[in-house]
């Protein structure tokens, strides 16, 4: 697209057009926004009127109008996937830059009558304000920033400034093997550099490559020989084991040193992917190798806590869960366990005289004793009972923890970004309301999703269309290649007949001559002495008819008035020779002239509706008088 002069609220009409438009969408180098207002297939207009729409938008912008359907699968063949538009929606395609598009920063608008065109172009209007009053940063600026959430395509932060910033798995760490949550965790201060700032004006991509350590440098300054350290089995070979320390370090496991046992394949003691600890015996960073051992690991050895890739992250290997008791058995071991019942005093043996005082003890002791128990009892009771008491409040307080680690990591996500604010000098004040903002975008969301399900199903209905046309314009480009064949073939043989003609005579005088050349073309010569030529007359309407009766080649005419000529055409199969009659009907008798001479007629096409027929005379004399060339429904002859 030019641009010294307005160019938009260009209307899209062709393919070339659509081409152009595409281009521009395409350009990496543009900075310009592009529009396009899309008609329903069941409008000549569009719902929201282009001219109004330029008066909300910048200078720079440039705005398009497409109908739905051939063209604008034509611009959906040429863009990425999920960036077309369709159906009555507008579109506003941000500069893309040097990276692949994503379908959710370009927005699309939906409506489905003119009542919505208002709110619609308000809402267009609105974005580009966004865009435009948004704080930019330039490329390859390096700002601190915090991590604010991990999801599996990347970890969003907020930057210094208040800026929100993206970056893609892919831009955490050179490691592609890793989920973004064993690089960063919520909470965590990285710093990053800009790559650039979305269309929207919205967020920044950024990278966490350029500050990624060296992974060499990394296991030096916190691993050392003779330290024993988690790993996962990376692979096998002769000789031992691969054991992947750090991402991007795998340490050698020798079969000597997989079991005290002798061992001809690490494989028949290791599994790919097993998480095993070993000890470090030898680091060599200068040749990038390090020498493991497993039977150097006694039983019971605790591991060091596996790195991060970046300091304050998570750890690349993720913590084993110790498996939970089984609920029973928890119980059982949390539950106060009763105290033993005393033994039963032993009876005292009766004696033939009784003594007062051994009696009386013992009576005093068995009421002790009884009080004792009785008390035990109480205090188990009130035992089980704090106990479970202590067990509701464990719960209650289980719950609590949960809910204050979830505003503290939001509190520490502040605190953090606060820091580095003022570390970079940078303070500024966060603006908008991100719940307000939310909730425009949730009831946005609804909104679209309800057109979404229409304008799918209006895109199958035209998918469907869109196959039957194409099926119906591939039909008639084959129509169209084997007339233009014909046609060319029938040019030939026209200018082989006009080289063939004598130069000079009346026309028919040249049909005459055409005639006695098939003749002598398409017989041998015993067939020329079955079928002697006989000059034919022309009657007073052929010449007339064969310029006026249109579908059949001057050559099949004459080449079947060759046939009647001669006397050939009985006996020559398709032609179809009969008598001429009053009409269709068997009981009709065959048209005769004054002169004796009668009507006949023959097919000069075959399995067709409109099959053309030639008539003709056949004279008393046994000569042939050429009538007419006519369709088939026509009985007339002169």
Not at 134 to 152: F, K, N
Not at 190 to 211: I, Y
Not at 371 to 384: D, F, K, N, P, T
């Amino acid at each position: 697209m030019a641009g010294d002069h307005d160019q938009r609220g260009v209307e899209v009409g062709s393919v070339q057009e659509v081409d152009r438009l595409a281009a521009d969408i395409l350009d990496a180098s543009r900075e310009h926004a592009v529009v396009c207002i899309t008609l329903p297939t069941w409008a000549s207009e569009p719902l929201i009127s282009a001219d109004e729409l330029r008066s909300v938008l910048p200078d720079d912008a440039r705005v398009y109008v497409m109908p739905t359907g051939d063209l604008s699968w034509e611009l959906t063949d040429r863009l990425p996937p999920r960036l077309d538009v369709y159906g009555g929606a507008t579109r506003v395609w941000w500069p893309f830059g040097a990276d692949a598009p994503d379908p959710a920063e370009h927005p699309l608008f939906f409506l489905h009558d003119r009542f919505q065109a208002d709110a619609v172009r308000d809402r267009i209007a609105a974005v580009f304000r966004e865009r435009s009053t948004a704080p930019r940063l330039e490329a390859d600026a390096e700002l601190a920033g915090v991590v604010t959430r991990i999801v599996s395509s990347g970890a969003e932060l907020t930057l210094t400034g208040g800026y929100d910033a993206f970056a893609h798995r892919s831009h955490l760490t050179q490691f592609g093997g890793l989920d973004p949550s064993e690089v960063v965790q919520v909470g965590q201060a990285v710093r990053v550099r800009v790559a650039e700032q979305d269309g929207g004006g919205r967020r920044v991509r950024v990278s966490l490559l350029p500050f990624e350590p060296d992974p060499w440098t990394r296991l030096l300054d916190q691993f050392g020989e003779g330290m024993v350290v988690e790993g996962v089995v990376d692979g096998f070979r002769n000789f031992g084991a691969f054991v992947e320390v750090y991402p991007g370090i795998t340490g050698l496991l020798p079969n000597k040193k997989v079991s005290r046992e002798w061992v001809s394949h690490a494989e028949d003691y290791l599994a790919l992917g097993e998480r095993i600890a070993v000890r470090i015996l030898r680091i060599a960073p200068d040749q990038k190798r390090l020498e493991l051992s497993l039977v150097d690991v006694p039983d019971g050895a605790v591991a060091e806590p596996p790195l991060s890739i970046y300091p304050g992250g998570p750890p690349w290997l993720a913590p084993v869960a110790e498996p939970e008791p089984e609920p029973e058995a928890a119980a059982a071991s949390a539950a106060p366990q009763p105290e033993p019942e005393p033994p039963e005093p032993e009876p005292i043996p009766p004696e033939s005289e009784p003594h007062s005082e051994p009696v009386v003890e013992g009576a005093a002791e068995a009421e002790a004793l009884e009080r004792a128990i009785h008390e035990g009892r109480e205090l188990q009771s009130q035992v089980g009972a704090l106990f479970t008491g202590a067990q509701r409040r464990i719960e209650t307080l289980r719950a609590e923890a949960h809910q204050l680690r979830k505003v503290l990591e939001r509190d520490l996500v502040e605190a953090r970004l606060r820091v580095l604010e003022f570390a970079d000098a940078e303070t500024q004040a966060v603006a908008g309301s991100a719940e307000a903002a939310l909730a425009d975008a949730r009831r946005e969301a609804d909104d679209l999703r309800e057109r979404l399900a229409g304008a799918e199903q209006d895109r199958r209905d035209l998918l469907e269309r869109l196959k039957a046309e194409r099926g119906r314009a591939t039909d008639a480009e084959r129509r169209a290649g084997r007339l233009s064949k014909e046609l060319a073939a029938e040019r030939g043989r026209a200018d082989r007949l006009e080289r063939e003609q004598p130069a000079g005579g009346s026309p028919e005088a040249r049909l005459l001559a055409e005639i006695r050349q098939a003749w002598e073309r398409t017989t041998t010569e015993d067939d020329r002495e079955r079928y002697p030529w006989r000059d034919p007359a022309v009657g007073p309407e052929l010449l007339d008819s064969l310029e006026r009766i249109q579908g059949v080649s001057r050559e099949r005419v004459v080449e079947v008035c060759a046939h009647v000529a001669s006397g050939r055409a009985a006996d020559i199969p398709g032609l179809d020779l009969h008598a001429l009659r009053s009409s269709e009907s068997g009981g009709t008798p065959q048209r005769e002239r004054a002169d004796g001479a009668k009507a006949w007629r023959c097919s000069l096409q075959a399995s067709t509706p409109a099959a053309r027929r030639l008539h003709f005379w056949r004279l008393p004399d046994g000569g042939v008088e050429l009538a007419k060339v006519v369709y088939h429904d026509d009985f007339s002859i002169r």
